[in-house]
C-alpha cells in the first residue's frame, strides 16, 4: 500500500496525461497491488456477510480516468483508488455495503447506503422512524462505537422532512439525505502490514448497522 500512497501523491501533483504517459508501468503495478488487495478484501467480507455473494476486484473498484465531458474540473484522472463490496454486486450495488477509500491524507472505510433513490430514502426514514431503538442499540454497541460515531453528516437537509415531528428525539437522523457512516486512517494504518486485518474488523462492526438498513431495501422488494 506504501507504494500506491507514493503513486497517488505523485499524481496529485502531476495530473496530467504527459506525467501519466510518462509512468504508465508505475500506475499498472499499482493497480495490480490494490486489485490483490482488493481480491483478498473481498473472500474476507464475503467470510463476515454472507449475503456478499461471488465478486471480482474489477466489480469493486473504480477506474481511474475521470469523465471530464461535463464537469468544470478537468484534471483527466483520480488522485485515489476504491473498492466497494456489497450484496448483489460491488461499486454498482445499490445496497448498504463496505468501501475502501486510499488517497494520501485522507484514507477512510463507510459504510451503509450513499445517495440512495427517493424511494429508498424515504423508506430508510420511515424505517429509523420506526425503530430507532434498534438503532441506538448498534450505534451504542461497544465494536461500533470503537469505529463510528453516528451517520454522517455531509448531505443533510436544514429541516425534518414532512411527515415527521419537528420533535423527535433523533430528528437529525430524519434529515439525513444518505446513511453512511465512516471513519478516517492515517495513511501509516493504510500501509501497515496489518491493514487488511484492521479493515476486516471494521467490517465486522460495521455489518449490523448495514443488515438494518438493508433489511429496509429487501422489504421495499417483497
Same mark, same amino acid.
Given at each position: 500500500?506504501?507504494?500506491?500512497?507514493?503513486?497517488?501523491?505523485?499524481?496529485?501533483?502531476?495530473?496530467?496525461?504527459?506525467?501519466?504517459?510518462?509512468?504508465?508501468?508505475?500506475?499498472?503495478?499499482?493497480?495490480?497491488?490494490?486489485?490483490?488487495?482488493?481480491?483478498?478484501?473481498?473472500?474476507?467480507?464475503?467470510?463476515?456477510?454472507?449475503?456478499?455473494?461471488?465478486?471480482?476486484?474489477?466489480?469493486?473498484?473504480?477506474?481511474?480516468?475521470?469523465?471530464?465531458?461535463?464537469?468544470?474540473?478537468?484534471?483527466?484522472?483520480?488522485?485515489? *483508488?476504491?473498492? %466497494?463490496?456489497?450484496?448483489?454486486?460491488? !461499486? /454498482?450495488? =445499490?445496497? &448498504?455495503?463496505?468501501?475502501?477509500?486510499?488517497?494520501?491524507?485522507?484514507?477512510?472505510?463507510?459504510?451503509?447506503?450513499?445517495?440512495?433513490?427517493?424511494?429508498?430514502?424515504?423508506?430508510?426514514?420511515?424505517?429509523?422512524?420506526?425503530?430507532?431503538?434498534?438503532?441506538?442499540?448498534?450505534?451504542?454497541?461497544?465494536?461500533?462505537?470503537?469505529? *463510528?460515531?453516528? %451517520?454522517?453528516?455531509?448531505?443533510?437537509? !436544514? /429541516?425534518? =422532512?414532512? &411527515?415527521?415531528?419537528?420533535?423527535?428525539?433523533?430528528?437529525?437522523?430524519?434529515?439525513?439525505?444518505?446513511?453512511?457512516?465512516?471513519?478516517?486512517?492515517?495513511?501509516?494504518?493504510?500501509?501497515?502490514?496489518?491493514?487488511?486485518?484492521?479493515?476486516?474488523?471494521?467490517?465486522?462492526?460495521?455489518?449490523?448497522?448495514?443488515?438494518?438498513?438493508?433489511?429496509?431495501?429487501?422489504?421495499?422488494?417483497?
Amino acid at each position: 500500500m506504501q507504494e500506491i500512497l507514493d503513486f497517488l501523491t505523485a499524481l496529485t501533483e502531476n495530473n496530467n496525461r504527459e506525467w501519466f504517459g510518462e509512468n504508465k508501468e508505475w500506475y499498472l503495478r499499482c493497480k495490480k497491488q490494490f486489485e490483490s488487495f482488493t481480491a483478498d478484501y473481498i473472500e474476507g467480507v464475503a467470510a463476515i456477510d454472507k449475503s456478499v455473494g461471488c465478486l471480482e476486484p474489477k466489480d469493486c473498484i473504480w477506474r481511474i480516468y475521470r469523465d471530464i465531458r461535463f464537469s468544470t474540473d478537468k484534471r483527466p484522472y483520480k488522485d485515489w *483508488f476504491g473498492a %466497494f463490496i456489497a450484496p448483489h454486486g460491488g !461499486k /454498482k450495488s =445499490p445496497y &448498504g455495503g463496505y468501501y475502501v477509500h486510499i488517497q494520501p491524507g485522507h484514507c477512510m472505510f463507510a459504510g451503509g447506503i450513499w445517495n440512495p433513490e427517493p424511494h429508498l430514502l424515504k423508506a430508510l426514514r420511515q424505517s429509523v422512524y420506526d425503530n430507532y431503538d434498534e438503532v441506538e442499540a448498534i450505534m451504542a454497541d461497544p465494536h461500533f462505537s470503537r469505529y *463510528f460515531r453516528d %451517520f454522517d453528516t455531509d448531505y443533510m437537509l !436544514k /429541516k425534518v =422532512p414532512a &411527515g415527521f415531528p419537528a420533535d423527535f428525539e433523533h430528528a437529525d437522523w430524519l434529515k439525513r439525505k444518505a446513511y453512511t457512516f465512516s471513519c478516517a486512517f492515517t495513511d501509516k494504518e493504510a500501509a501497515s502490514p496489518k491493514f487488511l486485518q484492521k479493515v476486516l474488523d471494521i467490517v465486522g462492526a460495521a455489518k449490523p448497522m448495514n443488515d438494518f438498513l438493508n433489511y429496509t431495501f429487501e422489504e421495499m422488494k417483497s
